[in-house]
Nanobody
Framework: QLQLVESGGGLVQPGGSLRLSCATS????????IGWFRQAPGKEREGVSC????????NYANSVKGRFTMSSDNAKNTVYLQMNDLKSEDTAVYYC???????????????????WGQGTQVTVSS
């Protein structure tokens, strides 16, 4: 099991911002694609963003494009998800996972089972 530990979730008002962190290892950052996913109660898991292991290009779900930014800091072995202009529909448990991929037809998904962190809760509410 590869190590992925999320943090940074919390309660925020609509229009606010949060930055999530996913602490991992140098090995994972060097060799795996890493993505952010979320799951709201009663809903299917949704891919949010994915950074490619080949060219480090980041792709986003249409629902967050222009509001969320994914980045990585290799010195800290950490990936981030900066979330701005948050909406109530962004409320979910957010996970980072390995082996993500992006397609224009199907958005962000995981190859096989991937490796997952434990998740961090994000609640957007006034």
């Amino acid at each position: 099991q590869l190590q992925l530990v999320e943090s940074g979730g919390g309660l925020v008002q609509p229009g606010g911002s949060l930055r999530l962190s996913c602490a991992t290892s140098k090995f994972i950052l060097d060799y795996y694609a890493i993505g952010w996913f979320r799951q709201a109660p009663g809903k299917e898991r949704e891919g949010v963003s994915c950074i490619s292991s080949i060219d480090r290009k980041v792709n986003y779900a249409n629902s967050v494009k222009g509001r969320f930014t994914m980045s990585s800091d290799n010195a800290k072995n950490t990936v981030y998800l900066q979330m701005n202009d948050l909406k109530s529909e962004d409320t979910a448990v957010y996970y980072c996972a390995t082996e993500c991929y992006y397609s224009s037809d199907y958005g962000v998904n995981v190859v096989g089972t991937g490796s997952w962190g434990q998740g961090t809760q994000v609640t957007v509410s006034s």
